[in-house]
């Protein structure tokens, strides 16, 4: 990833951050001074809930074959000297892709099996259901084995 887009990444993530923290101290300002009613009481619980659960979306959308897996390489495994998506002749991502990172989690794939589909559910639906997809840890130290 490269220093600058990592940087205003970074910095996003720390906003977003301090602005939930401070919509939490209001919260509790507000509650100790009973100046906070209910209705406005949930109203601020839901922005603050939203501002520390919400994630940052990059959609790379284009024809079939237009460089967008080249594009995710340079942009976040540059510093890995490898291709992590494939992106060579004959080996093209040929469904979604979705990347993502949770400092929470360990590093790993998540895997949605074929036979969800025949479940009729909607993508958004199965996000919210853990038991669903399959996981495979990633050693991040063996690249040879991201590869």
């Not at 479940?119 to 853990?130: E, I």
Request: with cysteine; net charge negative.
């Amino acid at each position: 990833m490269s220093h600058s887009l990592a940087h205003s990444v970074d910095a996003l993530g720390d906003w977003r951050h301090g602005l939930e923290s401070r919509v939490r101290e209001l919260g509790r300002y507000l509650r100790e001074h009973e100046l906070l009613d209910e209705p406005a009481a949930d109203l601020l619980e839901a922005m603050r809930r939203r501002l520390a659960d919400e994630k940052l979306v990059v959609a790379f959308v284009a024809e079939f074959s237009r460089g967008k897996s080249e594009l995710i390489n340079a942009i976040f495994f540059a510093d890995t000297g490898r291709r992590v998506v494939p992106a060579t002749p004959g080996r093209t991502t040929m469904c979604p892709v979705e990347l993502g990172w949770d400092a929470d989690e360990p590093p790993g794939l998540s895997l949605l099996p074929i036979d969800t589909r025949l479940q009729g559910l909607a993508l958004s639906d199965l996000r919210r259901q853990p038991r669903a997809w399959t996981h495979q840890p990633l050693d991040m130290d063996d690249v040879d084995g991201l590869a």
